[in-house]
Each structure stands twice: as C-alpha cells, then as structure tokens.
C-alpha cells in the first residue's frame, strides 16, 4: 500500500481484490434531499400507532423507489435486469519475481546438506510466484471490454467471466496509465455477449439516481444503488487525468472496472476508486465518466495508445492570496506559471503571470477542466484561449503538440543548512553544489534556494517547502540572497514569489 504522508483522515482505495493502491485524502460530507415523485400514489390511511400519516403524500413510490422517474412502467429491477449481462469479472494472474540476497554461510558444507546447492555460489536467488487478481468490466461492443488499467497492469493471462458463468480468455488492447483506463478483446464465440449502450455522461445532475454493478470482494455479481453526489472530482491522486463523478452507491474492493449506469439503463461511469478509512464502502466512490472513456477507447482500439493535447505551460489554481498579491480582479480562471521554452503555448505567445479565462469560449474554473480539455482537443488542434494581461483581456490562438511522455523539467527535493532567514523563511544562493542537490535544470539561469521553515510562520501558512527554488519576487528576478532580501521587504503585506518545484514553475503568495 502507498499513502501520501500529508493527508491522514481518509484513504482512497484503488479497488483491485486484494492489491490495494491507497492513497491519502479528506473529503467533506454532502447533505441529499430525497426528490419528490409525481406519480406516487396516496399516502396510506393512519394506523393506530398514527405513524402512517406522518409520510407526506407523493413522497414515496410503492415499493419505494421503485420506479425510474423516466416511465411508470419500468423499474429499478427491470433496469438492472437488462444491464447486468454486459457487466462482467475480470480475472488477472501474474508472475512475481522476489530476488533473496544469497547469505554467506550458506557456503558452508554443512548448511548446503541441509539447503541445497541452490544457495550457494552464485549470487541472489529468484524465487516466482504467482499473483491474482479481480475486477470488473463492461461489453461495450462486440467482444470488447472497458476496465480499468489497474485491474490487468502486468498480467500474464486474464479471463473474462460472465454473469451466466461462462469463461472466455482475453487479451489487452491498450491501456492508459494517466486515466487508468483498459480495453480488452475476447477471444471465442461473442456472438451471444450483449454490449452495455453508452451513455451522455455530461447530462447527469447532482441527485440523479445511478446503479453500481460488478463483483466486490470476489463473491460474484452485486448491484447497489445510489445518487450523483458530485461531478468534475479532481486532485484526487488517483490518475494524472481525473473528472470523476462521484457517487454514494456502494462500491467496494472488486467493484473496479464495473459499470455506473443511469435510469435509462445507459453506462455514464467506469467505477475505479472508493474513499475510505477501512478499505470498504463509506459512501464515496469514484467513476470514470463515460464521455471520457468514448474517446481513450476508440484511440486505443485504433492505434494502441492515447494521443493528448500538449499545450507546454504549467498552471495552477488562484486563490484569494494570490488574487490580491497579484492585483486581480477574482479568482476566475486559470494561471500560467510558467510558459515552457520551445512549447506550443510560448510559441502562441502566453507568458508567466497570464491567466486563461476561456477556453474555445468555456470558462475554466479549475486546473482539472483545462488539463483535460487541452488533453481531450488532441495534438494538431488549435484552441482560442481569451485571457487576462495586466488587466486587459486578450485572446490567443494556439495549435497544441502532442503531450510529451515527460514534460520538459527536473526534480527539485533536498535539504541544506540555512545561510539566510526571514520571517521564518531560510534561504541559501543557487550555487553548482545547490543545483546538483537539488537538480535544478539548466533552464534556471538564477534564483535562491528554500533551505528551512519554520513551523508556524507566514512563508509556513503559504505553503512553501524546503527545496523550493525562488527565481523571482514580485515579478522581479532574483540572482542571490542579497536581491532576495531587498525585494522580499519591499512590500509591508504580501510578496509573490514564483517558485520551481518538482521541475514545474508556480507562484506563492506569502501573507506578511
């Protein structure tokens, strides 16, 4: 299991049988009013207990929810009826290789009649062993699978299994680590396997009714229901790629993979992930929205991998600190910390300090939606960006490259002893021995080191780490302590600091 350190109240749980990927996170809770149903029927008369006329009229179906909302004739069972044969179990084995350092006694006659000659001389020892693993999948065309990348990451063989039981071997397509999406093809008869239509993942609404199908925990197939708590859920952790819907319908350890179906019997979601502090449901699932999963699919059926939009910047959110230290009017939009030399957003003319109000004439409102719709737009496609210049809206045609499968940028951790501080804040000078330790690129011509903080001060609360590397303060570049100290105190009560970390450029507003 891996859990990021600095957040400890929940875990999100990547949901595959027994191989758990976990990482740290905290969520808030959602308040749901129960939707009011026009069809129905009267409340019952008050029984002596005068319990019964407690319940309003139109407030619950008989049986309670029953029906879909969509037709009185069709209902939550008939739905799940029809869908569930398009949901199948997704079975992976793999082979482990655990290498054993050999241990010098074994040399010894005396061991080796007891342990074999495979101990002796001849450096470590191999041993294999075998993994499996279970998850879900949809049919979503004719012998075609959709499942998620975690479920066949490095399987040897997989096995589809149907709900009626049958088995058929398959074999991977393509798989796409930064969405942790898959697509298998079975082999064999498909002729009688029934594909789950696609749904418009966009149309869903918070409260709409959606039903959870696949096979947790290896017990066989199950199928929960409940509503759309959340949609556009990013900054989870758990892919490079997120805008997931978020549900409260049960999902568990091998659910991953399954299918998210709405009230019209349509797949809107590959389920991928729970929230929780016990590794099982607490209400918090995450699914790969459908209208995401259409076009990885279709590049990875016809070329065998995902080709995304590359536009070279690196982004961040605004917040209020950095709103005001910048002299912005709100919190809209998006800001360009750093216009990659060479890259197609430098090349259209964007600069650090730039801020994306639309893009192709939608408002971003999050790091998230542009990622993906820059992602999504594809290599070779130009995208009109309108955006914010020292208080004057611009607009700026860009033609996107192909997303790199590592952008431009070092890594920059480490630790040093301070030869500075201020306001809590140490620093050292961007020397030859602080650009090896810390690898800072070539591309960084200046700047000073972030060496120390001090637990509880200003440049603390900002957010700042030892290793950051800070090239300018107040948009003025800095090229040693001396300038940092000078533009640092220049102003009484913020200071911008733009800062290199983990080879990508953002800004830092420190409350003074």
């Known amino acids: 299991m891996r859990v990021t350190p600095f957040l400890k109240k929940l875990t999100v749980v990547s949901v595959l049988g027994t191989g758990l990927s976990v990482w740290a996170a905290a969520c808030g809770g959602h308040t749901v009013t129960p939707s009011t149903s026009a069809s129905a029927p009267a409340a019952p008369k008050e029984s002596e207990s005068g319990v019964a006329s407690l319940v309003p009229k139109a407030f619950l179906p008989h049986p309670a929810f029953a029906a879909t909302g969509s037709s009185g004739d069709v209902s939550i069972a008939d739905i799940a009826e029809r869908v569930a044969p398009s949901v199948v179990n997704v079975s992976s084995s793999r082979t482990v290789k655990n290498v054993h350092e050999r241990m ?26 075998q993994e499996h693993g279970l998850g879900s999948g949809v049919i ?49 008869d498909v002729s ?36 759309v708590s959340a949609k556009g859920r990013a900054n989870v952790g758990i892919a490079a790629y997120e805008d997931f819907i978020q549900t409260d319908a049960a999902i568990n350890p091998g659910n991953s993979g399954g299918a998210l179906v709405d009230m019209e019997g349509r797949l809107v979601g590959i389920n991928t992930a729970i929230l929780s502090r016990s590794g099982g449901n607490m209400g918090i699932g995450f699914a790969i929205p459908s209208n995401m999963v259409q076009p990885i699919m279709k590049s990875l059926l016809e070329t065998g991998k995902v080709v995304r939009g590359w536009l070279g910047v690196g ?35 964007l600069k650090s300090g730039d801020v994306v109000l639309k893009l192709n004439g939608e ?35 860009a033609k996107l490259g192909e997303l790199p499968d590592k952008e431009p940028g070092g890594q920059g951790k480490g630790d040093a002893s ?36 001090d637990q509880g001060s200003p440049a603390a609360e900002s957010g700042l780490r030892p290793g950051d590397v800070v090239v300018e303060v107040n948009r003025v570049p800095v090229t040693d302590i001396d300038q940092f100290k000078k533009a640092y105190t220049k102003v009484k009560d913020r200071t911008l600091l733009r800062v290199l970390r983990d080879g990508r450029m953002l800004f830092v507003a420190v409350s003074r």
Do not use: W
């Not at 006659?109 to 470590?124: M, V, Y």
């Not at 490095?154 to 096995?159: Q, S, T, Y």
């Open 104 to 129: 010098p006694f074994f040399d010894d006659p005396f061991f080796r009649q007891f342990f074999g000659p495979g101990l002796g001389p001849g450096g470590p020892q191999e041993e294999r062993r």
């Open 140 to 188: 979503v065309s004719e012998g075609v699978v959709v499942t998620n990348n975690h479920v066949v990451d490095g399987a040897d063989e997989i096995k589809v299994i149907t709900a009626d039981k049958r088995e058929f071997p398959a074999k991977v397509v393509g798989t796409d680590k930064k969405s942790d999406v898959a697509v298998l093809r079975i082999s064999g």
């Open 192 to 227: 009688s396997l029934k594909p789950l239509e696609m749904g418009d993942s966009s149309r869903l609404r918070l409260g709409d009714i959606v039903l959870a199908i696949g096979n947790p925990f290896g017990v066989g197939q199950t199928i929960t229901m409940g509503i």
């Open 315 to 349: 982004i961040q959110d605004i917040d209020q600190k950095l709103a005001s230290a910048m002299n912005l009017s709100s919190v809209k939009g998006i800001l360009v910390s750093e216009a990659i030399a060479g890259g197609p957003g430098e090349k259209a003319g």
């Open 363 to 397: 408002p971003m409102d999050s790091t998230g939606r542009f990622r993906n719709a820059i992602a999504a737009a594809g290599a070779g496609a130009t995208v009109k960006l309108e955006i914010q210049r020292e208080g004057k809206t611009l607009t700026v045609d």
């Open 418 to 453: 301070p030869a500075g501080s201020l306001d809590g804040l140490s620093i050292e000078s961007l020397d030859a021995a602080n650009r090896r330790k810390f690898d800072v690129p070539a591309s960084v011509k200046s700047g000073v080191v972030v060496t120390d903080i």
